[in-house]
């Protein structure tokens, strides 16, 4: 990162993000909830996160609770909750297109709906993680149009600085909208600028530099910070990379005052379990090594196998064997797409033959966490407890 440029987002970060700041801006219209929390939402998320991790690791799925291949928008379903009797432990959602003041999400979902449904996730004692894929803000195409220069175009001075910053003012009311009723704010794991190791977004390695994107990265952390968002927990995301070492990994790592947990993205797209498990494996011990680094901690925070419905023992076989030998906090399944069902399927639907045996017996491994597992593992926040249960952040 230039130095100066750091320097100015850090003493901005130091000069609005102060404890006193964030819990003084969260404002709970609540004055009991207020008065009881000694911590903000997100320092409550991350103790809890390290808590469960004890316990093993929480199976997530993306968009759960509003579609499948078979099905969307329907209340109360998941084929989650349908084929194990669970709600996942994690659910994610996407708030791609919001930016656009569009009421409904880049597939579809409608930004009330998501925000009904997180609520819902928080109160059955279950944990939400926010992705993003904004349009790219040169050339109005979506996420995936790498072109424009636009990482450059939205940071100072930039020509789509003003438009860039009012995107993040949105995101920044949405994610202070995830409220209870009693105005107990919600706690999310937000990752956003995900992948930027790869060349397909507008945020990736071929469209910015390194200290280009750290500072996108930083101003989104800045900006939404000033905005109060005293729930979020910040997540960091490479995409699997040919080059499997600790440096390359981190070669985009903003840093640690901005982030608090770090993932990786791997799929199996050829059909080739050996080649999922080679990738797996050798990832994961560089992850090991770069959390160990940066003294954050982990997660696997996308994966699947394309054509999982067609697979007889994916889980129990090919990733389980794998994943059992790391500390990770959550496994994020991706959609299972109503849109794309023979492209984008990651978790089996109800009807889907032998792969739906194994997914239960998966769901029986004592160390892979589900809604029900984790509703009871919660830190005690009382404000006498104050410093204690602080102090880990
Ligand atoms: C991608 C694909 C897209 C989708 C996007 C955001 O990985 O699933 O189809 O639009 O995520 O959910």
Known sequence: MGAVCCLALQGAYAQCCSEKTQDAAAKPSCAMDAQ????????????????????????GHQDDPVYGTTW????????VLLTTGDYPAVMGFDLGKLELDSKENLDGVPFDRMRNEIIAQYKRGGIVTLSWHPWNPVTGENAWDPKGDAVKAVLEGGAQQKKFESWLKKVAAFINSLQTCCGEKVPV??????????????????????????????KTYVTLMKAGCNNIVWAWSPNLSDQKTVDLFLERYPGGDFVDLIGVDIYEFDNNDANYQKNLTETLDVMKAASEKVGKMAALTETGCRGISKKKDWFTKALWPVLQNYELSYVLFWRNAWDKPEEEAYLPGVK????????????QEPKVLFAKDIEAVKPVCKKAEGKACCKNK
């Open 36 to 59: 009881k929390s000694c911590c903000s939402p997100a320092k409550k998320l991350m103790k809890r996160l390290r808590m469960l991790q004890e316990k093993g690791v929480m199976l």
């Open 72 to 79: 969307k928008w329907d209340e109360g379903k998941s084929d």
């Open 189 to 218: 794991i937000f990752r956003p600028w995900h992948e930027m190791n790869g060349g397909w977004f507008w945020w990736g390695a071929n469209s910015c530099t390194p200290d280009q994107y750290n500072m996108l990265y930083i």
């Open 352 to 363: 889907d033959g032998a792969i739906v045996k194994d997914f239960k017996k998966f769901y």
